[in-house]
């Protein structure tokens, strides 16, 4: 046995999850395509996601589905099931009554117990529902893509939480003919219906008739794509995808009548199909409690899911990167946090970005030491258009940055491109097209039906596909350099974030038609404030200060060392950048990503300094 091998071996057991079966088909064609899937069937899934609302109502009446916190003290308010149904039931003769005529009813506002009870109501009354992202309400200054919507759907009503925080964004849509419903305040000037007298419509017949009258293919939302190669998309959501993609997950980690309600605390958008759909669906479908966390992984925002978690054991657990980052950093100076949040944690997820090597080593110890044992990491892969989640690494690994293999019902093309493959995806959970826009929808598909996602990957082995599928970006992103080098912007962009970590919080990558890699980063600056030991240090004081400075040089130099001898991985300069990413620029969309071509595009000024014959001082020369 040679010293690897102890190693391995001497490392503590993952917490059990009971996983699906890796029984994976591959078909190798003549031209170098390659389609796996999984051999074994899609479970059976609800017919509407109205059902197990009303499921749970009857069974659970009392368990608690959805709790937040609220008023002048801040404590949970809850609701239960029962409860939900019948304020749902309320919310649908409302809009049954309103006679819409199968028009979208729009929420503008971010998460809460209204919004999520609005959506069942407008599921049950046959209408989609379609929310929209808060960032394009109340971080636009021209508010140009909420106009767009609003003109693609046509939405006969929208809701506010607050109407004075929207007041701007209302002002400037043509709400004629449109209902406006506010939760908390009215807005002055504008007609508005109180949400709590809608909740209070007596209930007749025609709910469960127009329930009842749900088919598969009844839309159920309208959930809006990033918008990174232009105007967002309205992405047909039908009951039958989220049903389906739903029971996909479900499958590939199955929980037994034995296992503990499900709980989770999470703050991810719902306009956002992995909140909205990959979280909320699969909860309420399992009957299981999902408390609503006002908090954020950003500076200042963190406290609140820091406080959460001392009151909220979740059984399952998601956040981006830098949640990671900012838990672990609290967890290690509070055993009674560590306590708290191991105690029924079965499985981490992570998404948006690739899970650092050292924060998935500290994640791990903290578990060690309060458990005994490892929890695994998950991760999946997919898009609005499929609903969304399509693989899943459903297997107890230790290496990350992988997407997975897929799920039952899931095709996945992989189509050569160089040394990665284009990946392509065909089965039950993909969407039926955009609204609205039929030769959109056209170009989304390929000859054989294949929705082209425009990411690409990599085996692990390709001996062994059963080891998984590596992200390798986007395909539309790489580029060339002189030297007719090819970088992958993807996989690059992130391995140079985790190498810089704490310091880079997202990049852009250049060199298109240069002769070598260069970084454009922006700053974490709650971490930058902790490396300099000032709680107060702005943006313009981190990017010059030296110890930053010293943490990126050091991150890039070891990743550099690490890619000897490999141009199209090495970077050569960065710099670190002040202005953040512009979501009216389309360099940020609503969704937090990075728009490569239109950051480098907006900021060419940025990109000539760093290439300068003789560099600025705040450039980085490695």
Aim: aromatic residues 8%.
């Amino acid at each position: 046995m040679d010293g690897t091998t102890a190693a391995v071996l001497e490392k503590p057991a993952f917490r059990k999850v009971n996983w699906l079966a890796r029984d994976i088909d591959v078909i190798r064609r003549d031209d170098g395509v390659v389609v796996i899937k999984s051999r074994i069937a899609l479970q059976a899934y609800e017919p509407h996601l109205a059902a197990p609302l009303a499921r749970w109502a009857k069974e659970a009446p009392a368990r608690t589905w959805l709790a937040q916190r609220g008023g002048p003290d801040r404590q949970w308010r809850k609701l239960s099931y029962a409860e939900a149904k019948r304020t749902a039931d309320g919310l649908t003769q409302a809009l049954l009554d309103l006679k819409l005529d199968g028009r979208p009813v729009a929420i503008l506002s971010g998460n809460s117990i209204e919004h999520a009870l609005l959506t069942l109501a407008a599921m049950q009354a046959r209408l989609p529902a379609a929310p929209v992202s808060p960032a394009y309400s109340l971080m636009s200054h021209d508010h140009l893509k909420l106009k767009y919507l609003f003109g693609l759907v046509k939405p006969g009503v929208v809701m506010v939480q607050d109407g004075p925080t929207f007041e701007k964004a209302l002002r400037a849509l043509d709400l004629d003919g449109v209902t406006v419903v506010h939760v908390a305040r009215p807005c002055e000037g504008i007609p508005s219906i109180s949400y709590a007298d809608l909740a209070a419509t007596p209930v007749t017949s025609e709910v469960e008739a127009s329930i009842a009258q749900i088919t598969p293919d009844t839309v159920g939302k309208l959930l809006f794509t990033s918008g990174s190669t232009g105007m967002p998309k309205a992405v047909i959501n039908t009951q039958r995808m989220m049903c389906a993609n739903a029971a996909m997950m479900m499958q590939t980690r199955p929980r037994g009548p034995d296992a503990p309600i499900s709980t989770v605390l999470d703050w991810m958008p719902w306009n956002h199909t992995m909140g909205g759909n990959a979280l909320f669906n699969p909860l309420l479908i399992e009957g299981g409690t999902l408390y609503i966390d006002d908090g954020r992984p950003m500076p200042g925002q963190f406290d609140e899911t820091i406080r959460n978690l001392r009151e909220v054991s979740p059984t399952y657990y998601a956040n981006v990167p830098a949640g990671y980052a900012a838990l672990a950093a609290a967890m290690e100076k509070d055993d009674a946090l560590c306590r708290s949040f191991f105690k029924d944690l079965g499985i981490m997820a992570y998404g948006g970005a690739r899970l650092p090597d050292d924060l998935y080593e500290r994640m791990q110890a903290l578990a060690v030491k309060t458990t005994g044992e490892r929890i695994v990491f998950y991760t999946g892969w997919g898009s609005t258009e499929t609903a969304p989640t399509s693989t899943g690494t459903y297997w107890n690994t230790e290496r990350v940055g992988l997407i997975g293999l897929p799920f039952p019902g899931v095709e996945l093309k992989m189509v050569p491109v160089g040394d990665k493959y284009e990946l392509r995806l065909r089965g039950i959970n993909v969407m039926p097209g955009y609204f609205g826009q039929p030769e959109l929808t056209k170009k989304a598909f390929d000859e054989e039906g294949f929705y082209c996602i425009g990411d690409a990957g990599v085996f692990v082995d390709p001996n062994d596909p059963a080891q998984g599928i590596i992200f390798a970006g986007r395909v539309v992103e790489d580029f060339k350099l002189t030297t007719g080098t090819f970088v992958h912007v993807g996989s690059l962009r992130t391995d140079a974030i985790a190498a810089a970590t704490p310091a880079i919080h997202d990049a852009l990558v250049t060199g298109q038609d240069r002769e070598y890699v260069g970084l454009l980063a922006w700053p974490n600056l709650h971490a930058c404030r902790q490396l300099v030991g000032n709680p107060e240090a702005s943006f313009e004081d981190v990017v010059k200060h030296p110890v930053v400075i010293a943490c990126v040089r050091r991150g890039l130099e070891a990743h550099n060392k690490e890619c000897e001898g490999a141009s199209s991985r090495r970077i050569v300069r960065a710099m670190l950048m002040v202005e953040p990413p512009s979501i009216d620029g389309h360099e940020l969309t609503d969704k937090g990503y990075i728009n490569q071509r239109a950051g480098l595009d907006r900021r060419a000024a940025l990109v000539e300094r760093l290439y300068a014959a003789k560099p600025d001082s705040d450039v980085i020369v490695l």
